[in-house]
């Protein structure tokens, strides 16, 4: 069904609705905007709870003729000052200012979805159009005027929120904090999740009961980061993957993020997300704008798989710039945890020549190509060749690359820089550091201001310089540490428009280059990266069976062809288990798959072993591409079971994993899901065939698996 937005009540009330999800705003009072509705999709709107407001000890009366008060209102823009005291979602102070009240002014539905000036934004396509509300909010008194746009897509269930303030006043104001979302329920139960982690440690569902105050997830660092990522979930108690009601929020930012949860002394729920007041703060002069990140509304009736499918769509439709979006990605190998910063020519297209033998497609040079980079300690910023180790130069060994047959691909952390690099002693204010304090250290490099116009200016030249010999088909753009020694609020900001200014000009000019986002895995896996960049190494941490979690953890908002999942070395380097190839490749075959072995050191039964699994996806990557990741429900956290489905329900690819082999196993027939009932389909491998429905009723049995660390796939296809 295609978005719907109606006004009612003489424009007083608007419903906004596409097939799954309606959202109901109100003006009050003749002046405050409320929220009354959000949720489930309704035919209409006819104020059937209409909450009262009652003479209550405490409570500020917004209208002194009733009992109204902004302290129990679903208010759409919070601010503080006016008797609310919950968290506010928009606080300005001027030289005579400390609060400010918006007030109403009007509201229109638009034409075409503006773009968010210098940011990354939410698009119309063909695939899902879209209808926006513009909201005007004013406070005369303080020259202020908040524009709200409010976009429903066709995508079930999708809606985005973004505003700009404009300082219409004859003074300098001060943003002290401006939130994407601000978004109020009435008391109702929920659970709050979200994800959280550390490197290597990624995307663990961190879920609770929302208790009374403010309950908060937050990034400081410059990054989305790995610690939280700029996502957050209610949902109904009982919900799980198949059913019950959920709501997922993110913001379409990579820099440091503030999520906020607040249930209040009479049980409503305010969520929050948007940029953090932390570590921000804006100016504007008098005429100025401002433009906030957009958030992500997301509602589901159908369980968190329901919701997942929902961002998949959306991100896949109406979010990734890249050509490569609906392309089939290139199974590449990746030089890092074959060679470490050991790299020669003479290694490389030994590791290509294999490579090729095998059928990948495309060799990454990772971290170690360039000049004074023999380990982590030294060498980032100047980006020369480093031609001891690469006589023929990066051009030189793309082209023996490309004369394998291969495509070529190049590493890159254009971010940073280490103190030997030239950049830093012939600009040693280049890097971000507060006057007179000596810069913190990590991973021995320091951060470029990419605030500043010069660094961009430097790094385009820098980076061209490389790819306009043309033979780059691939960047993996890394980003390894972060933010510190910021010496005003602005800068962080700054820094991320900064960002983005040089993605806009790099994935502009280089169309055709695959890039990979990176931060040391999933250290900036957010939409705001997503826009320019269709996939992102998930983690370092490698080990197929830890991969089980965190690949899970993301598929929460992000479609498998983001999520790249490489097949490296058992013992695993990061965490020392011992897994079999064939799991290690089961379990990555169901995301964005490439390699990372030292094929010098694979015997030639898994060469050949490896040679048959690189066949088989590369004849499944279409109806990968095309289909749909569900996570199946499981009753034990020991076990986890993907399936992926085409979407005429034709096909489909079941795995099971199970992390450790337990004793008193108990056989209960598993419940298959999403298949069509009418349909029959049969086992690839034993030839068995059932109708759809008996998968999902009667359910199937797995094999006992008598060892640690396992996973099967099973393959079905539908027969006549
Ligand atoms: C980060 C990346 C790795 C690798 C190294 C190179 O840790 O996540 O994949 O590229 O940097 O230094």
Same mark, same amino acid.
């Given at each position: 069904m295609k978005a719907k937005i109606e006004f009612s009540n003489e424009k007083r009330v608007c419903h906004l609705s596409n097939r799954e999800v309606s959202l109901v705003l109100e003006v009050k009072e003749g002046k405050v905007l409320t929220y009354r509705y959000f949720g489930k999709k309704i035919k209409e709107f006819n104020n059937s709870f209409n909450q009262p407001f009652i003479s209550r000890g405490f409570s500020t009366t917004y209208?002194?003729?009733?009992?109204?008060? &902004?302290?129990?209102?679903?208010?759409?823009?919070?601010? !503080?000052?006016?008797?609310d005291f919950r968290i506010s979602a928009l606080d300005v102070t001027a030289d005579d200012i400390n609060h400010i009240e918006l007030k109403f002014k009007d509201w229109k539905i638009l034409d075409a979805k503006p773009s968010i000036l210098n940011l990354p934004s939410s698009f119309e396509s063909k695939e899902s159009g879209s209808l926006t509300l513009q909201i005007t909010q004013l406070d005369q008194i303080a020259g202020l005027e908040?524009?709200?746009?409010?976009?429903?897509?066709?995508?079930?269930?999708?809606?985005?929120?973004?505003?700009?303030? !404009?300082?219409?006043?004859?003074?300098? $104001?001060? $943003?002290?904090?401006?939130?994407?979302?601000?978004?109020?329920?009435?008391?109702?139960?929920?659970?709050?999740?979200?994800?959280?982690?550390?490197?290597?440690?990624?995307? =663990?569902?961190?879920?609770?009961?929302?208790?009374?105050?403010?309950?908060? $997830?937050?990034?400081?660092?410059?990054?989305?980061?790995?610690?939280?990522?700029?996502?957050?979930?209610?949902?109904?108690?009982?919900?799980?993957?198949?059913?019950?009601?959920?709501?997922?929020?993110?913001?379409?930012?990579?820099?440091?993020?503030?999520?906020?949860?607040?249930?209040?002394?009479?049980?409503?729920?305010?969520?929050?997300?948007?940029?953090?007041?932390?570590?921000?703060?804006?100016?504007?002069?008098?005429?100025?704008?401002?433009?906030?990140?957009?958030?992500? &509304?997301?509602?589901?009736?159908?369980?968190?798989?329901?919701?997942?499918?929902?961002?998949?769509?959306?991100?896949?439709?109406?979010? $990734?710039?890249?050509?490569?979006?609906?392309?089939?990605?290139?199974?590449?190998?990746?030089t890092w945890e074959s060679m470490y910063f050991d790299i020669t020519e003479e290694k490389v297209l030994n590791l290509a020549s294999k490579a090729k033998e095998v059928g990948i497609e495309l060799l990454v040079l990772d971290d170690g190509w360039f000049?004074?980079?023999?380990?982590?300690?030294?060498?980032?910023?100047?980006?020369?060749?480093?031609?001891?180790?690469?006589?023929?130069?990066?051009e030189g060994l793309a082209t023996k690359i490309n004369d394998l047959g291969m495509k070529f691909g190049l590493w890159f952390e254009p971010e940073m820089a280490s103190l030997d690099s030239n950049v830093i002693k012939e600009n040693p204010s280049w890097i971000i550091r507060s006057k007179g304090y000596d810069p913190a250290v990590s991973r021995y490099q320091f951060v470029l201001d990419l605030s500043n116009d010069d660094v961009i200016e430097y790094l385009k030249t820098k980076l061209d310089s490389i790819l306009e010999c043309g033979k780059i088909s691939y960047i993996k753009w890394d980003m390894n540490r972060n933010i510190t020694d910021v010496s005003n609020k602005q800068l962080q900001h700054k820094?991320?428009?900064?960002?983005? !200014?040089?993605?806009?000009?790099?994935?502009?000019?280089?169309?055709?280059?695959?890039?990979?986002?990176?931060?040391?895995?999933?250290?900036?896996?957010?939409?705001?990266?997503?826009?320019?960049?269709?996939?992102?190494?998930?983690?370092?941490?490698?080990?197929?069976?830890?991969?089980?979690?965190?690949?899970?953890?993301?598929?929460?908002?992000?479609?498998?062809?983001?999520?790249?999942?490489?097949?490296?070395?058992?013992?695993?380097?990061?965490?020392?288990?011992?897994?079999?190839? !064939?799991?290690?490749?089961?379990?990555?075959?169901?995301?964005?798959?490439?390699?990372?072995?030292?094929?010098?050191?694979?015997?030639?039964?898994?060469?050949?072993?490896?040679?048959?699994?690189?066949?088989?996806?590369? =004849?499944?990557?279409?109806?990968?591409?095309?289909?749909?990741?569900?996570?199946?429900?499981?009753?034990?956290?020991?076990?986890?079971?993907? &399936?992926i489905i085409n979407k005429e329900k034709t096909e489909f690819k079941v795995l099971i994993a199970k992390v450790l082999s337990k004793p008193g196993i108990v056989f209960s027939p598993f419940k298959l899901k999403y298949l069509n009932p009418e349909f029959k389909y049969q086992n690839q491998e034993t030839q068995e065939s059932y109708y759809g429905d008996e998968l999902m009723e009667n359910g199937v049995s797995f094999p006992r698996l008598r060892k640690d660390f396992q996973a099967l796939v099973y393959h079905f296809k539908k027969i006549n």
């Open positions: 209208n002194s003729e009733n009992y109204y008060s &902004l302290s129990e209102e679903l208010i759409f823009s919070p601010t !503080k000052g006016m008797g908040l524009i709200t746009y409010l976009t429903i897509f066709d995508i079930a269930g999708i809606i985005t929120r973004s505003s700009v303030i !404009k300082n219409y006043s004859n003074k300098e $104001i001060t $943003i002290n904090k401006a939130t994407s979302l601000s978004l109020d329920f009435y008391p109702q139960d929920f659970d709050f999740f979200s994800l959280t982690g550390a490197h290597t440690n990624e995307a =663990n569902i961190n879920e609770f009961k929302l208790h009374k105050g403010v309950q908060k $997830i937050e990034s400081t660092r410059g990054a989305s980061s790995p610690q939280h990522n700029p996502f957050i979930g209610l949902k109904a108690p009982n919900t799980d993957q198949y059913q019950g009601n959920c709501y997922g929020f993110n913001l379409i930012y990579s820099g440091s993020f503030l999520g906020e949860v607040e249930l209040s002394q009479y049980e409503h729920i305010r969520v929050q997300l948007g940029l953090n007041p932390e570590v921000f703060e804006w100016k504007l002069n008098a005429g100025q704008e401002f433009y906030t990140p957009e958030a992500v &509304l997301n509602y589901s009736d159908k369980g968190l798989n329901g919701l997942s499918q929902n961002f998949h769509e959306f991100y896949k439709n109406n979010l $990734i710039t890249s050509k490569w979006n609906n392309k089939e990605r290139p199974l590449l190998i990746n000049e004074n980079r023999n380990n982590d300690k030294t060498g980032l910023g100047d980006w020369v060749c480093d031609k001891t180790k690469l006589p023929n130069g990066i820094y991320i428009l900064g960002l983005y !200014k040089l993605l806009n000009y790099l994935t502009n000019k280089y169309p055709e280059i695959l890039f990979e986002s990176c931060a040391s895995g999933g250290g900036r896996l957010d939409p705001g990266m997503l826009y320019y960049m269709p996939q992102c190494w998930t983690s370092d941490n490698s080990d197929a069976i830890s991969r089980l979690k965190i690949q899970s953890g993301y598929s929460l908002m992000y479609s498998p062809m983001v999520l790249t999942n490489h097949i490296t070395t058992s013992p695993n380097h990061q965490i020392g288990r011992v897994t079999e190839l !064939k799991v290690r490749y089961n379990i990555g075959s169901f995301f964005n798959l490439g390699v990372e072995l030292n094929l010098e050191n694979c015997s030639q039964e898994e060469l050949d072993d490896l040679k048959q699994y690189i066949s088989q996806y590369k =004849n499944d990557r279409k109806f990968l591409l095309d289909s749909q990741f569900y996570r199946l429900q499981t009753t034990d956290s020991n076990d986890f079971m993907w &399936l």
